[in-house]
């Protein structure tokens, strides 16, 4: 199982960037999305997840109204479309895909988001 995340990069306030996690070796429409990001001596905290039909959405209140998660099953893909961002948004952003049947979970490598004048 392979969770490659992508899209992360250095960005002005008020910028916008949309992150990928390509998901492979997995059944994809079994597992729930989660998107993580931990900044520097903080703990790491969930973002956003949409559940294995898409059909359920969550996420944390410092993101909600600018963040949305989305999924793409023919490509295996979730996406988090990040939009006025801030500096406090800045943190490594790590996919997760889980399925609550058999707790089951993976994670990715994780991707830099800093935002920054």
């Known amino acids: 199982v392979q969770l490659v995340e992508s899209g992360g990069g250095l960005v002005q306030p008020g910028g916008a960037l949309r992150l990928s996690c390509a998901a492979s070796?997995?059944?994809?429409?079994?597992?729930?999305m989660n998107w993580y990001r931990q900044a520097p001596g903080k703990v790491r905290e969930l973002v956003a997840l949409?559940?294995?039909?898409?059909?359920?959405?969550y996420y944390t209140d410092a993101v909600k109204g600018r963040f949305t998660i989305s999924r793409d099953s023919a490509k295996n893909t979730a996406y988090l479309q990040m939009n006025s961002l801030k500096p406090e948004d800045t943190a490594v952003y790590y996919c997760?895909?889980?399925?609550?049947?058999?707790?089951?979970?993976?994670w990715g490598q994780g991707t830099q988001v800093t935002v920054s004048s």
């Open positions: 997760k895909a889980s399925r609550s049947s058999d707790l089951t979970m993976y």
């Open positions: 070796g997995l059944t994809f429409s079994t597992y729930a």
């Open positions: 949409i559940s294995s039909d898409g059909g359920n959405l």
